[in-house]
């Protein structure tokens, strides 16, 4: 399960649209390099972190040469990668000659820079992305009990885990209408209890439960 929250468009943008409501992905985490290097080995073991590393970073490499060669980059499944340009200077350039002929100033830039790498996700990715995840308003801080018992509580844990890997602490509170601190307490039991199924990995702000 996945979390959204409600946004409304702010005043004063002048194209009719004030007011309207949209569904934003609700974020927890922002996974780091290392992170996406254990994750990408948790899911695929055959390849080492050493190995995911040196391929993620290869990659890096090959888009900084091949990217700004007029080339795009097409990773089936993920999506195209491209480059997208500006200006580096705004400032225009006069014919000092031209206006003292009364002829319209012309503006000449001479240096142009990458702004940025633009992503166009492959539709594929989207579809099975809706496909295996449904999205549900982030509640509001719960309080009262959850309206699941603790072995529901647990199973919900384990049907979530066979489906990506792992669960976070904020999924598990967020999936079973649990505070955060309820959530990591009732964790802590678990892992503790050798008949549950679930263990912690990692610690901090990289700790997951996974099947034992």
Known sequence: MAN?????????????????????????????YNKVVELVHTNSPAFSEATV????????????????????MKIDNLGVFSLS??????????????????KKAQKKYHHVRVKGVNFKVDKKLVDDINKENTFER???TPTSPSPYT????????????DRHGFITLQEYAN????????ASRELTKLVAD???????????????????
């Open 4 to 32: 959204y929250v409600i946004k409304e468009l702010p005043t004063g943008m002048g194209n009719g649209s004030e007011g309207k409501q949209f569904p934003k992905m609700q974020v927890y985490t922002e996974f780091d």
């Open 194 to 212: 050798p008949y549950s199924g679930i263990k912690a990995k990692g610690a901090g702000s990289h700790k997951v439960w996974v099947s034992r």
């Open 138 to 140: 982030t509640p509001s």
């Open 53 to 72: 590393r040196g391929v993620l970073d290869t990659l890096a490499v090959v888009m900084k040469s091949y990217l700004p060669m007029g080339h795009t």
């Open 85 to 102: 340009l500006e200006f580096a200077d705004d400032k225009a350039d006069v014919d000092n000659q031209q206006e003292k002929q009364g």
């Open 150 to 161: 603790l072995e529901e509580r647990l199973q919900r844990a384990l049907s979530h885990i």
């Open 175 to 182: 999936l079973n209408g649990l505070n955060y601190s309820t």
